[in-house]
């Protein structure tokens, strides 16, 4: 079982900066890709950015391409979420999953599920 712990959400103002963690514990396998998903209050679970172990492939949806970046720590069986230029409908719980096939989107498809950090942007 891949145990996942988000952290580093919190309070953020609109236009400013934020990276959220998520750290993989227990069975970890490299061809796993990470993935993030936010569902804010009152809407569906959105896809957000995905990243491959191996090369390190990105996918961005398109409301946060060009604001967000994924990256990864292999070292640290680590992944983040750099979120610039936040907005205040970018507020959300940020969830951290991982799937073992690279392409899908679908919050159904993922194999293992933080619990979620919450970030709130504020105007």
């Known amino acids: 079982q891949v145990q996942l712990v988000e952290s580093g959400g919190g309070l953020v103002q609109a236009g400013g900066s934020l990276t959220v963690s998520c750290v993989a514990s227990?069975?970890?396998?490299?061809?796993?890709?990470m993935n993030w998903f936010r569902q804010a209050p009152g809407k569906e679970r959105e896809f957000v950015a995905k990243i491959s172990w191996n090369p390190g492939n990105t996918v961005y949806a398109d409301s946060v391409k060009g604001r967000f970046t994924i990256a990864r720590d292999n070292a640290k069986n680590t992944v983040y979420l750099q979120m610039n230029s936040v907005k205040p409908e970018d507020t959300a719980v940020y969830y951290c999953?991982?799937?073992?096939?690279?392409?899908?989107?679908?919050?159904?498809?993922?194999?293992?599920w933080g619990k979620g950090t919450l970030v709130t942007v504020s105007s």
């Open positions: 227990g069975r970890t396998f490299s061809r796993y890709a």
């Open positions: 999953a991982a799937n073992s096939r690279y392409s899908t989107r679908l919050p159904d498809d993922m194999d293992y």
